[in-house]
């Protein structure tokens, strides 16, 4: 038995209780997973709450029989394989349920090895059912393994203990600077470990407002509140088996840390307005630009919770410390920029390149080239494609909007003497390029160049909404 199979997790639905035992207790000893239910209600509530491949389903039971719990399974999004085990008088009835889409039925009295036989086969097409499914949803999102430039001894380093860990199911924190690569790492850990063939699924916990926020990770039940008209698998149910990452994970409401930490202790959850635990599995990889422990320190971020996602830190040195990556990095944006023939890059820009600070890392240098293919001519590119910042050495440039500076300290900054304005300024910078763009996030922050979260986080910090 192959060690997949093996994992299958099964559902027995037998009102007979010697019977459900004695199969429960067999099947376990195979190697699988078994939940049991005496009847139709108990066995639906058991699928609320675990992820079931195969459902072991007697016709005859009281409260709701196999037959209609077999139609109720078959209206739930992703449902198991249905195995139907009948008495002699009740055939008939197999044969309808096998028109109804179980997967095939048994005759008792059945050996346990036909049974194991049966089971092996339903739960391989579930699986195949599911990856099946996985797969199309992964070919819009994934490009293959994402290639991390490290010719610097820190981002060596950093690759070295990404392929260290990512096989584990320890959590991992991503710390540094904006657009240092956290997000690439994200990506890498999960395509390097055990998890690959599930989902990488990833949130943004700066993105949304509280309740929001809540409904998205956890999902809801039908009628939690108004317009909940159907159930919603929230995001860390999605990731069942894969990866969740949580982006500007110091950013989630302390409410929504006390959640979280119980569902990664117990890794179990409740949805909103749902009373039934419901199971999960997934590794926790988290990302912050900022220095948890002053986060921790100013009680905006629980330190248990911490203690939970950081089993492993993996920091990404800003791209000024290490000048040796950026020239490789260049050519290796410019080939993915434009694949056929990239441009060439004259040794003046190699050599501004290499000394700009660049206080907004990797991203900012894509920025930077994305411009300058467009405004190339003849295949080369020189330093008149270059933002003034660039090239002006010696007299940094200071975006008004520092991607890397942290939220709260823009007040302090305007206390310290900076023109009272500052935050006006930027207020007004992030209105114009979201007027710009119709109020289209990711292009506004691209504008203004800076991460998609950082300006998340600005939003929310300048409470700003479509109505401004
Ligand atoms: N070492 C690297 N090799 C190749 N590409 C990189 C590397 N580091 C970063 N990049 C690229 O730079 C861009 C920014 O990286 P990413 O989005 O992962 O940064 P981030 O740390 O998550 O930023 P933020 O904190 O602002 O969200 C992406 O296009 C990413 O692919
Ligand atoms: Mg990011």
Same mark, same amino acid.
């Given at each position: ?17 010697? +019977? &459900? ?12 997973? /078994? ?88 739960? *391989? ?14 070919? *819009? ?15 060596? *380093? ?21 657009? #240092? ?79 979280? +930490? ?9 949805? /909103?307005?749902?009373? &039934? ?5 997934? &590794?926790?990889?988290?990302? #912050? ?5 002053? /986060? ?36 290796? @944006? ?9 441009? *060439? ?36 590119? #020189? ?46 910078? @992030?209105?114009?390029? +979201? ?34």
């Amino acid at each position: 038995m192959s060690e997949q199979q093996a994992k299958a997790r099964l559902l027995i639905a037998e009102d007979e209780a010697n +019977l &459900r035992l004695v199969l429960q207790k067999e099947l376990q000893r195979l190697g699988y997973r /078994v939940h049991a239910a005496p009847d139709g209600e108990a066995a639906l509530r058991k699928l609320e709450e675990s992820n079931v491949d195969v459902m072991l389903c007697d016709i005859n039971m009281p409260r709701m029989d196999g037959m209609e719990l077999l139609r109720r399974v078959h209206e739930r999004p992703n449902p198991p394989e249905v195995i139907m085990l009948t008495g002699h008088a009740t055939v008939e009835t197999a044969i309808e349920a096998m028109k109804l889409g179980a997967y095939d039925y048994l005759t008792k009295p059945y050996r346990i090895t036909e049974l194991d036989a049966l089971v092996k086969q339903a739960a *391989e097409k579930r699986a195949l059912r599911v990856d099946n499914q996985r797969l199309r949803a992964q070919l *819009e999102r994934q490009s293959p393994m994402p290639e991390i430039v490290s010719v610097s001894e820190q981002m060596s *380093e950093a690759v070295r203990l990404i392929e260290r860990v990512a096989p584990s199911d320890t959590s991992v924190l991503i710390t540094g600077e904006s657009g #240092t690569g956290k997000e690439l790492v994200a990506h890498a850990l999960h395509r390097l470990s055990n998890r690959s063939d599930a989902s990488f699924i990833d949130l943004n916990c700066a993105a949304f407002q509280e309740t929001l926020l809540e409904s998205e990770l956890f999902g809801y039940e039908a009628g939690a509140f108004s317009g909940a008209k159907a159930r919603k698998l929230g995001l860390i149910e999605l990731a069942d088996r894969g990866t969740l990452f949580l982006d500007e994970i110091t950013e989630l409401p302390t409410q929504l840390q006390a959640k979280l +930490l119980r569902a990664i202790e117990t890794r179990t959850f409740f949805r /909103v307005g749902g009373v &039934r635990k419901v199971e999960v599995n997934v &590794r926790i990889v988290a990302a #912050t630009n900022r220095n948890l422990d002053e /986060v921790v320190g100013i009680g905006q971020f629980r330190s248990d919770l911490l203690y939970r996602v950081n089993g492993f830190e993996i920091h990404l040195t800003p791209l000024r410390e290490r000048r040796e990556d950026i020239e490789p990095l260049a050519h290796h @944006i410019l080939k993915q920029l434009c694949s056929a023939n990239p441009p *060439e890059l004259t040794p003046e820009v190699l050599n501004a390149l290499r000394t700009y600070s660049w206080p907004g890392n990797v991203r900012q240098l894509r920025n930077c080239l994305e411009r300058a293919v467009l405004l190339a001519n003849d295949g080369r590119i #020189t330093t008149k494609e270059l933002p003034p910042e660039v090239t002006q050495s010696g007299a940094p440039f200071i975006p008004v909007i520092a991607a890397a500076r942290p939220a709260d300290s823009a007040d302090a900054q305007a206390g310290e003497g900076a023109p009272a304005s500052l935050r006006e300024v930027e207020r007004q910078q @992030i209105l114009a390029a +979201l007027e710009q763009t119709g109020w289209h996030r990711a292009k506004a922050a691209e504008i203004l160049g800076i991460s998609p979260s950082t300006l998340y986080r600005r939003l929310r910090d300048y409470n700003l909404d479509r109505r401004g």
